[in-house]
């Protein structure tokens, strides 16, 4: 049985123009051990996902379709049901860490608390674990600085300390949206190593949302390619990374900076942006977009393709669209 089963997931959300749908359809499943990287603009639809899978969507949100953890349906679980997964079962690193943590509360309490709501250890017991959390993921001298409070630490400090709450209790599915956003790429490449550390040593399923091409091509073995709240490209990351067939895909890599390329070439931008959620075309949502748009994208939603090994796209034009022809260049 997979850890995580996700099946025709729908999120509506109500906006002043009426209910929007801002995640269609979308499925997948994990297994113990298994990183899957979610990839898109902002506003396609990461984040919601995740958030579905932790209970916190936005008041009035309306969840249809199934997420089943170890055969549990989520999907109209009640709060108090949220609440005994949430920092027990199922972990979450937010993007900020400053949000994320209390600026009232030393670190020590903070990352104690999951421990003594969901395994009822005492003060003494929750503290002296918290403490080796902080060392495990690297706080220097933590024993004498888990009494600090989080404004007293560094920026990649604090997200070392977001993810030592998420820890606490050994989840079995640990979330991490944009862990490594507005930090210094030494520090970027420190917290993702760390991530893969705890992944191999505690034998959990990381799910990484980033828009960072580079982050997802060292940090995971699957990937999804989001837009307009549906998956347009899924499968085995480093087959997607050479073969990618959606021109969303395909655009997300030709708007990479190169190293190597003479000063004044202007960056391959993608035209246009993301549509509203209450704008969404009938048709392929990134026709608006898309280089290749037909008249039948317009009113055509687009289903998946598989193009072998465990790769799939969304796209009605995959005959008039190649793959690129050198891949060795293009893994960021």
């Not at 298994?34 to 984040?47: F, I, R």
């Not at 507005?182 to 705890?198: F, G, W």
């Not at 687009?302 to 193009?307: E, K, M, S, Y």
């Amino acid at each position: 049985m997979n850890l995580l089963d996700v099946q025709d997931l729908r999120i509506e959300l109500p906006t002043q123009r009426g209910p929007a749908l801002a995640v269609l359809d979308v499925g997948f499943s994990m297994a113990r051990g298994d990183t899957l990287g979610l990839v898109g603009e902002s506003g396609c639809g990461k984040s919601l996902t995740a958030m579905a899978l932790m209970g916190l969507l936005p008041e009035g949100a309306r969840v249809s379709g199934s997420i089943r953890l170890d055969g549990q349906e989520l999907v109209g679980l009640d709060e108090p049901g949220w609440s005994a997964l949430r920092g027990d079962r199922i972990g979450m690193i937010f993007q900020e860490p400053m949000t994320a943590l209390n600026p009232v509360h030393t670190v020590v309490q903070q990352v104690a608390e999951p421990l003594r709501l969901h395994r009822q250890l005492s003060a003494a017991q929750a503290c002296e674990a918290a403490i080796a959390l902080l060392d495990r993921v690297g706080i220097p001298d933590a024993a004498r600085r888990a009494d600090a409070y989080p404004h007293q630490f560094s920026g990649g400090q604090r997200q070392r300390i977001t993810i030592a709450m998420a820890l606490a209790c050994g989840p079995d599915l640990l979330i991490a949206d944009e862990p490594t956003t507005a930090l210094d790429v030494t520090v970027q490449k420190q917290i993702l190593d760390l991530l893969r550390e705890l992944v191999d040593e505690r034998g959990m399923a990381l799910l990484l949302i980033s828009h960072d091409l580079g982050v997802i091509a060292r940090s995971v073995a699957r990937m999804m390619v989001m837009y307009g709240g549906s998956v347009v490209e899924s499968g085995p990351t480093a087959h997607v990374f050479a073969q990618r067939r959606h021109p969303y895909t395909q655009g997300l890599f030709g708007a990479r900076p190169a190293l190597l390329a003479p000063r004044g070439q202007r960056l391959i931008t993608i035209p246009g942006t993301v549509p509203e959620l209450a704008d969404l075309p009938a048709g392929c949502a990134f026709a608006g977009r898309c280089a290749h748009v037909a008249l039948a994208c317009h009113h055509t939603t687009p289903t998946a393709t598989d193009l072998g090994q465990n790769h799939a796209v969304r796209c009605i034009r995959l005959d008039a669209i190649a793959a690129p022809r050198d891949t060795r260049s293009d893994t960021p």
